[in-house]
Nanobody, 124 residues
């Protein structure tokens, strides 16, 4: 059974914005640290952003700091990644992942479940 479902990807011009959503279906998102990762063609999966289970801590990759914002809506059981000032190099498949009671980790290996990914393409 799918536990995380991403949506919101698409094609956008450089400088534009997108908001990715990650709906959790099996666990209350208030108990989950949520992470966003991305993988571009020919590259390894890389960390983008994470938020601790209690939303006290957030961490971002240097490449997205100041442009991306991770958030959680407990009422909707959904995590979000707001992406502003998009650049061509942000083009990738974006994945959300859950880490129960996690403090906000940057290592993909420490996340328990993953979504199927959503494509983000930024045209220059």
């Amino acid at each position: 059974q799918v536990q995380l479902v991403e949506s919101g990807g698409g094609l956008v011009q450089a400088g534009g914005s997108l908001r990715l959503s990650c709906a959790a279906s099996k666990r209350a998102i208030g108990t989950l640290s949520m992470g966003w990762f991305r993988q571009a063609p020919g590259k390894e999966r890389e960390f983008v952003a994470t938020r601790s289970w209690n939303s006290v801590s957030t961490y971002y990759a240097d490449s997205v700091k100041g442009r991306f914002t991770i958030s959680k809506d407990n009422a909707k059981n959904t995590a979000y990644l707001q992406m502003n000032s998009l650049k061509w190099e942000d083009t990738a498949v974006y994945y959300c992942a859950e880490d129960p009671w996690g403090p906000g980790r940057t290592n993909a290996l420490e996340y328990e479940y993953w979504g199927q990914g959503t494509q983000v393409t930024v045209s220059s």
